[in-house]
């Protein structure tokens, strides 16, 4: 049986092994936010193993170093701030791996979960029905089917993949991956909300080993930054010219970028930090400077003149593509950074909206997109309890075609503006 990380190790080790560990395991979760989901559990893990060095794949394979560097990294997710990044990646490590495994044995084994069990001859005709058209077993008739809490099933629910009866899923036994799972991660996010308080008490050691986690956290922007960086430089599925931005700002840019983008077409200037904000995410669509000064020259233009945008604004737009000053070429903003950033104050815009608005005013704008109330509500309970990227992702579902939402992968929604653009342009393709 796969391993459920139900205590913290105890066993002294040395700070070098500490940090190896650490990155060992930051790389294993790395190569599964990039791999693609098209084959079943077992591939994807063998396939994972293979696009990570030696020393990753020795101590995946060691169940103690497995622990330590699991554990290491639940602590550098709290203190860096991507810890549902981290609760999502350990989920489906834990899937890819627990595939093959008897579920019923580790529910019962790990989470002291059972369940009533039903035949399938207790099922109704149109039941039966059900389970004939979406169970590709040859001997269903001779099934046995699990009662299951539907709050434990989300995402089958929201696959529209499972039969409810009475406030229960009605789940053959192939579909309890999804329920393991489920206790997996939620024994997880009551784990770090723990730790996280317990954290709080701890500032003098946690303060020894902030320059591993630095490195962590550096180590693991530039590997998320990269795919999406390299996507919009060797070109974005598509081309959109400065006079059809509009269009596409109000289709397919993510709620932060779409709000900078309308105040700027209102008011013809932006503050600083929103500045700084858009022309780097249009940087991240593969603008050159050229056209991101033109685009700021004829909007700031329409309040002062030609002379005042070259001597006020013309300058930092250069910086930004290192062709000023210290030459440094700037990297558009990821969302933990949005996340991260102060405030807006009063006439600012930049930020996260999923952070940075009053509940209230989120449901104003969500509103005014014509978004229906049903999809308003967890939006919002989302930006509540924060989790950020969840609101992101569940806006996108909002705002999308169901057909095409279903067959995405929504992961990488709230961690790059630019992605939310890559996916809902594809959404919309035919």
């Known amino acids: 049986m796969r391993q459920f990380y139900p205590n913290p190790p105890n066993e002294p080790f040395t700070l070098e092994e500490f940090e190896f560990y650490s990155h060992c395991r930051l790389e294993v979760l790395l190569a599964i ?29 060691n169940m103690a170093q497995d622990s330590y560097s699991h554990y290491i990294l639940r602590v ?27 579920c019923v044995q580790a529910l019962h084994q790990a989470f002291a979960v059972s369940y009533r ?11 039966k029905n059900w389970m004939r058209a979406t169970t590709s077993q040859n001997d269903i008739h001779k099934s046995r089917f699990y009662m299951v809490p539907f709050t434990e099933c989300n995402d089958l629910i929201r696959d529209r993949r499972v039969l409810i009866r009475d406030g229960f899923c009605v ?20 784990q770090m909300k723990t730790l996280k308080k317990g954290l709080a008490v701890h500032q003098q050691e946690i303060k020894r080993l902030t320059f591993i986690f630095d490195k962590l956290t550096s180590y693991y ?7 999406t960086y390299q996507q919009a430089h060797e070109g974005p599925p598509f081309h ?25 077409r209102e008011h013809h200037h932006l503050k600083y930090n929103g500045r700084l904000q858009y022309r780097l995410f249009l940087k991240s669509l593969g603008f ?21 945008f070259q001597k006020r604004y013309a300058y930092s737009i250069r910086h930004t593509y290192g062709l000023e000053g210290g030459r440094k070429d700037f990297e558009p903003y990821n969302c933990q950074q949005l996340s991260d950033s ?19 005013t989120l449901e104003v704008n969500l509103n005014e997109k014509k978004i229906g109330r049903d999809k308003i509500i967890p939006i919002i309970k989302a930006s509540e309890y924060g989790k950020h990227q969840t609101a992101c992702q569940l806006y996108f579902e909002a705002m999308h075609p169901l057909s095409a939402v279903g067959s995405f992968r929504l992961d990488n929604i709230g961690l790059y503006p630019s992605e939310y653009l890559y996916m809902s342009i594809r959404a919309f393709l035919p």
């Open 221 to 227: 922007a530039s590997k998320t930054y990269t795919a």
């Open 240 to 264: 959109f010219t400065l006079e059809t931005i509009d269009h596409v700002a109000s289709r397919h840019y993510p709620l932060c970028m779409q709000h900078l983008h309308d105040k700027l």
């Open 117 to 127: 069990i039903v035949a399938f001859d207790s099922l109704t005709h149109s039941e």
């Open 288 to 308: 050159k400077v050229e056209e991101n000064l033109r685009f700021w020259n004829t909007e700031f233009t329409k309040k002062i003149s030609e002379a005042e």
């Open 342 to 360: 102060a405030p807006p104050k009063s006439g600012q815009y930049h930020g996260c909206p999923f952070k940075h608005w009053s509940s209230a």
């Open 171 to 190: 789940l053959p036994k192939k579909d309890l991956i999804h329920v393991i799972c489920y206790h997996f991660r939620s024994k997880i996010v009551s």
């Open 76 to 102: 550098a997710a709290c203190v860096s701030k991507w810890t549902e990044w981290f609760i999502d990646m350990e989920t489906k490590l834990f899937r890819m791996r627990i595939c093959r495994e008897d």
């Open 33 to 61: 936010h990039h791999i693609k989901e098209h084959q079943n559990g077992k591939d994807l893990y063998e396939e994972c193993m293979k696009n990570v060095s030696q020393d990753a794949q020795q101590v995946m394979q």
